[in-house]
């Protein structure tokens, strides 16, 4: 196996030494690009959103290591309880939750305000692996064996849906299913999946949409018949992006967002803004390093030997690989505006930590690689 | 078992492969929508983003100024102090105007209008509050601003007329342009953009315009100037100052001379055809108009009898009454229908089949030759001179002269006015009566179906006196212009000029008594004809009853007083007309006036400084100065 070794790192040392620092500096990168970015938002001024994202990003730093230095059986061990905490909380959320911006997504504990949704996407994963882990290999394609996961996923999916938040619901069923087809489902199934899929598809656009996600997809498909309605995003982003050119405007000289054409810039079209400000060359040096970042978790995926932790880091990736592609491809006009943020430098305290606690499992993932924890092991049993 | 599990980890291997393919070409399409998007139509947007961000915001062009002849200005532009409102930076926009107008009381009853157009306007956008404030309270308020936030001062530009009622008439006056004529034209729409709208001001409108220049600002999302960007600004090209003909000094003695009265006066240089003086009275004020008059006061100036809204030296038309004399000398003299010396018998009325006409004099001038019957201003002398002349000679004479005829002098056409010389034909085509010898006689004294405006009368004045087809303008004419000959003797203009000048410098002329001691203008000499239209013909009945004289008549029933004339009588350089609205006769009413007019250009003219020994009176000023 020459380059992975596969002994497990006991000691903390061994465990620090093990850490993919590469890796971690490619994170730490992208996090300060994006305090750069937000630096740039508020036409050179730390407050206030550089200067909380750094102190946001430094916090789930220092989480993201602590997850990675964790043994891989107490997450085996966290996976179900936190799954049902997380679905227990969206169901909170339902009832309890505060509506901010036409959507029901927070809820307040205490002086705590959280969303549901950003912890259902780590613990789903940690679920799903766990299930895979202990189900028997030959049983993935049974009919028992399949409906669990599917209804594991759909709980989520539906409750999130509802909230309502088309960009997580789509991200958490895009990821579980990922994690299914890892896991070894058979082809036929899949296929056949697929065709009742693209009847589930066409019944959820015709029946289960809200109005405003509705049009929104139809916008998307047809944003210059309408440039001053529901199409102006999508039509202003492509302005600021394709105004940036080959090298840009230069930073913190982008027109389209300086002037408030460019909507949510410091979230979801932050991305844009650095397509103005850098050009293509920033875009691609940015995607590049998603691309990078991914490939290395492909690769820690294969390296792992037990089921969990490939599934787990395979379906944290995909979730941020998820991220990536719907947030560059709605704000280049590819994809509906369905709101889900640039991971790592879009601003936004729980995407960040969603996202650093995932990458923390890959990184432990990585270090413990070696691990083969028995089927039905855990903290819990 | 263990082979199931390296079996496992094989397909799980592929799969990752897979999923890795997939993100592979998920980048690679995202690259590719980069690339069409910031490399192949990056044109388009850098064209639509330089669109959303720049925005051209009209800057209106400082119009020209009116200046008379020597550069004085009759119409400029002064500072209008103004004040907005920012609601943005006022917060509470109605306690604001209520902390204003605890200084400025005056914008109190339009508080409820001005929130109203706050409200409706975006918060940024000034909002103007008050306009035309005198200097003392805008100091006032610029002192307070502290404690007003969100108001600003601002000064913006306002066209004045310094001489107001004096040349109201030549300048017009400017208003905001009419809902039709601004329609589509940016710069008209423009807020407080002032357009000419009478006299000189519309007739040189193209030239006081300018050009509207184009300031480029950066503009937000919402609207708002973010900077301005002057130097990428096609700047406004700032209207050209209109000099006119205009003698200020010459006009403000005309309007003096004729304050109490509705009247006009007409002077013209008779070398270049150069109008000094153009004055109708009673003027107005043409600042009023500026702003915006108020309806009872414009409703005041339109029904006034004595019409001061209306000019009169351009549009005022009257008979021409015994000031045509010249004329028609003039005409006889050319057709040999009479010679200077021949003498006609005035007895003080002419029967003409049944019907009586009267001279003036009811007890007759006895023999008169041509010298005599101007001097003392003969009827039955001209009764005569027309039957030998008959009316189409008259007519040409008349229109050689210049009557009849519409002057394109810088005016705008519905501030002129083409009178009428009758024909038989118009009045076949009229009346649908056929021409009688009394029409010609009438139309020899200058009554009957003939008008004439004070400009025309001016304009027949400067021919007569220099022979030369003189055209007026109020626009400067060219160094050595001159006019062609109108082909009369010399010895015709001379016996015509004597006559004129005995008018005013011989003992027995109707304008002698008057005028003593004539010109007064050193050695200077003017001469003169008289003139009275009759407006109504006192009849017997109430000549028994007592009324006597035109005093006894009441005001719209007197007769017209008319003059003219020209100076100096050596070398003719100024002619003159005057109209006084029931004057009651030419002596009494303008010839006084046409003298202070005419006296006041030789006086100052250089050419005839050396015959001004009244030191006192004659201030020269450089001329073309």
């Known amino acids: 196996m020459g380059v992975f070794t596969q002994s497990v790192p006991r000691s903390l040392r061994d465990k620090l030494y093990e850490i993919n620092w590469a890796f971690v500096l490619l994170i730490v990168l992208l996090g300060l690009i994006g305090v750069g970015m937000l630096y740039s938002v508020e036409g050179g001024q730390w407050d206030p959103y550089a200067s909380r994202h750094a102190v946001r990003f430094a916090a789930g730093f220092c989480v993201m290591l602590t997850v990675a230095l964790a043994p891989p059986r107490l997450w085996m061990g966290l996976a179900y309880p936190a799954y049902l905490g997380a679905l227990v909380l969206l169901v909170g959320v339902e009832f309890f939750g505060s509506v901010a911006m036409g959507a029901k997504r927070w809820l307040d504990i205490g002086p705590i305000r959280m969303q549901p949704s950003e912890i259902m996407k780590v613990a789903l994963v940690l679920a799903l692996a766990r299930y895979y882990h202990d189900l028997d290999e030959r049983r993935v394609s049974s009919l028992l064996g399949l409906l669990i996961p599917i209804m594991m996923i759909a709980a989520p999916v539906l409750l999130v849906q509802r909230q309502p938040d088309l960009g997580t619901s789509v991200l958490i069923g895009a990821t579980g299913l990922v994690m299914v087809f890892l896991a070894g489902l058979s082809w036929r199934v899949i296929a056949a999946g697929s065709v009742f899929g693209a009847i589930g598809v066409w019944g959820l656009i015709r029946y289960g949409l809200k109005d405003y996600q509705r049009e929104r997809i139809f916008t998307f498909l047809n944003p210059e018949a309408d440039p001053l309605g529901a199409g102006y995003q999508i039509m202003q982003s492509k302005i600021a992006l394709g105004s940036g050119g080959m090298t840009g405007k230069g930073y913190m000289q982008g027109s389209q967002a300086h002037l408030n054409y460019l909507p949510e810039k410091q979230t979801d079209f932050i991305f844009t803004m650095l397509g103005e400000e850098f050009g293509f060359i920033g875009c691609i040096v940015v995607l590049g390093l998603y691309a990078v970042l991914l490939m290395n978790c492909l690769l820690i995926a294969a390296s792992c030997k037990s089921t969990f932790l490939r599934l787990v880091v395979m379906g944290v990736a995909s979730t941020f690989a998820f991220y990536v592609f719907i947030n560059a491809g709605m704000v280049m006009g590819l994809f509906p505006v369905v709101g889900v943020p640039l991971p790592m430098i879009s601003y936004g305290g729980s995407v960040m930590m969603t996202v650093l606690i995932g990458l923390g499992l890959i990184i432990g993932a990585h270090v413990h690689r070696g691990a083969e924890p028995p089927k039905g092991a855990g903290l819990f049993g | ?625």
């Open chain 2, 1 to 625: 078992m263990r082979r199931d599990k390296q079996e496992f980890q094989a397909q799980f291997n592929r799969r990752v492969m897979l999923i890795g393919g997939a993100g592979a070409l998920m980048f690679a399409g995202l690259t590719g929508r980069l690339y069409t998007l910031q490399i192949l139509e990056q044109e388009r947007y850098r064209t639509l983003s330089d669109s959303n961000q720049f925005s051209f915001r009209l800057q209106p062009p400082e119009r020209g100024r009116i200046l008379d002849r020597f550069g004085e200005p009759l119409a400029e532009n002064r500072d209008n102090y103004r004040l907005f409102i920012v609601p943005e930076q006022a917060g509470n926009a109605e306690q604001a105007l209520e902390r204003l107008a605890q200084h400025l009381p005056s914008i109190e009853p339009r508080m409820e209008r001005l929130l109203a157009q706050i409200a409706r306007a975006p918060r940024f956008q000034p909002v103007t509050v008050a306009e035309d404030l005198d200097w003392e309270t805008f100091a006032r308020i610029n002192l307070h601003l502290p404690e007003l936030p969100g108001i600003v001062p601002d000064v913006g530009e306002v066209r004045t007329y310094p001489h107001a009622h004096v040349m109201s008439h030549v300048t017009g006056y400017v208003q905001v342009a009419s809902v039709e004529a601004a329609q589509n034209d940016r710069l008209l729409l423009h807020p407080g953009f002032r357009i000419g709208r009478a006299g000189a001001e519309i007739a040189n409108e193209t030239a006081l315009r300018g050009a509207a220049g184009q300031l480029k600002v950066e503009v937000n999302a919402f609207g708002r100037v973010i900077r301005e960007l002057p130097e990428q600004s096609i700047p406004a090209r700032a209207g050209d100052d209109v000099a006119l003909s205009i003698d200020l000094r010459a006009q403000r003695v005309a309007m003096q001379a004729l304050a109490q009265e509705a009247a006009a006066a007409v002077a013209l240089d008779v070398t270049n055809g150069e109008i000094l003086v153009l004055a109708s009275t009673p003027g107005f004020d043409p600042n009023a108009f500026v702003l915006g008059i108020g309806q009872e006061e414009f409703n005041a100036l339109n029904t006034n009898e004595r019409r001061p809204l209306f000019n009169k030296a351009t549009t005022g038309l009257y008979a021409p009454a015994s000031t045509i004399k010249g004329v028609i000398s003039m005409a006889a003299l050319e057709h040999g229908v009479i010679s200077p010396t021949e003498r006609i018998h005035c007895s003080g009325s002419v029967l003409l089949g049944d019907r009586r006409f009267h001279c003036w004099r009811r007890e007759g001038h006895g023999h008169v030759h041509m010298h005599d019957a101007m001097k003392v201003s003969c009827d039955t002398y001209y009764y005569e001179v027309a039957r030998r002349l008959g009316i189409d000679r008259i007519r040409e004479m008349a229109e050689r002269c210049g009557l009849g005829q519409l002057f394109d002098i810088g005016l705008p056409i519905p501030e002129r006015a083409s009178g009428l010389v009758p024909s038989p034909a118009w009045k076949r085509a009229r009346r649908g009566q056929p021409w009688t010898t009394g029409d010609t006689y009438n139309t020899g004294i200058g009554q009957g179906y003939l008008l004439a405006s004070p400009l025309q009368l001016a304009v027949m004045t400067a021919r007569v006196a220099t022979g030369r087809a003189v055209m007026p303008t109020l626009a400067r004419r060219p160094e050595g212009f001159a006019f062609d000959p109108l082909g009369f003797s010399d010895a015709h203009v001379a016996a015509v000029h004597q006559a004129m000048h005995g008018v005013v410098n011989e003992p027995g002329g109707t304008a002698y008594w008057t005028l003593q001691p004539g010109l007064g203008a050193g050695d200077a000499q003017m001469c003169g004809k008289t003139g009275t239209a009759q407006v109504y013909s006192i009849t017997p009945e109430e000549r028994a009853r007592g009324v006597r004289d035109q005093e006894d008549l009441p005001w719209r029933m007197r007769n017209h007083g008319l003059f003219v004339g020209y100076a100096p009588s050596d070398n003719p350089r100024y002619a003159v007309s005057v109209v006084v609205e029931h004057g009651m006769g030419g002596t009494r009413s303008a010839a006084r006036p046409a003298r202070d007019i005419l006296r006041d250009l030789v006086l100052r003219d250089p050419a005839a400084s050396r015959l001004a020994p009244v030191a006192d009176l004659a201030r020269p000023r450089a001329r073309g100065g």
